[in-house]
């Protein structure tokens, strides 16, 4: 893995200067688009997307240490990020959250600020790391309610033990641990040269109704000691059945 190793300036106290994002830019020592991959011990690894400033060609990601006051973004796994620096006046963008949100006001006002300053970032402040695919209602073992999740080109689909229109605006975590019981579920990760080589596995989704109708969230995977994360964003279907 490639880094780049960036540590937040200590002169960097939170005052806020009004800038524009241009100015921003201008300011920070590095600019990038991009999704924060992990998060351990403190230290952020962002992958780069696109570089606006200061990323050395051929560099893929970016290291730096996460502040530690409340002048400090609180950076999670899976978000996406116009990237300028960790604290507040540094002007980072928040593009995408951890449950695969688009932050839509932040994406139309960064793209016009960019474009009128020459900047050719449309494309990237747009892209999406979630999966797309489809989830649908079931039927549980015991005859109860299910949900089937399928997740395009991962190998990875889901049943989870609910009710398909119990799914709100909020995120609500769901662990599927491979219980027969209301609100668990199960996992299951498949070679993609081979769809019926497939294997259990456990691990927490994040479920949450958008405003344009479509389920979107996180699914973490756990298989021993290698752990998988996967934002998602997928169309529903409704079929017509009567479980019990």
């Known amino acids: 893995m490639t880094v780049v190793l960036l540590t937040a300036s200590a002169a960097q106290a939170c005052k806020f200067i009004p800038k524009t994002l241009a100015e921003s830019i201008a300011a920070a020592p590095v600019a990038a688009i991009g999704q924060i991959e992990t998060i351990e011990n403190g230290l952020v690894i962002l992958r780069v997307q696109q570089a606006l400033k200061g990323v050395p060609e051929g560099k893929q990601t970016l290291e730096f240490e996460m502040g530690q006051t409340s002048c400090h973004h609180r950076f999670e796994a899976g978000q996406r990020w116009l990237y300028m620096g960790t604290s507040y006046p ?41 999966s797309a695919g489809v989830i649908t209602n079931t039927c549980a073992p015991w005859d109860g309610a299910a949900v089937a999740l399928t997740l395009e080109g991962t190998g990875v689909s889901a049943q989870i ?33 081979d769809a019926k080589a497939c294997r259990d596995a456990q691990g927490d989704i994040w479920l949450h109704r958008s405003a344009t109708g479509d389920i979107e969230g996180k699914l973490h995977i756990r298989e021993g000691e290698h752990t998988r994360l996967l934002l998602f964003r997928v169309k529903q279907e409704h079929k017509r059945q009567f479980c019990g």
């Open 90 to 130: 540094a002007g980072s963008v928040l593009l995408e959250d951890e449950y695969a949100r688009r932050m839509n006001e932040n994406i139309d006002w960064a793209e016009k600020e960019l474009a009128a300053a020459g900047y050719d970032v449309a494309a990237a402040l747009r892209s999406s790391s979630a």
């Open 161 to 193: 033990f609910i009710n398909l229109a119990d799914i709100g605006d909020t995120p609500r975590q769901y662990t599927l641990d491979g219980k027969m019981q209301q609100g668990s579920g199960r996992v299951y990760v498949c070679t993609p040269a």
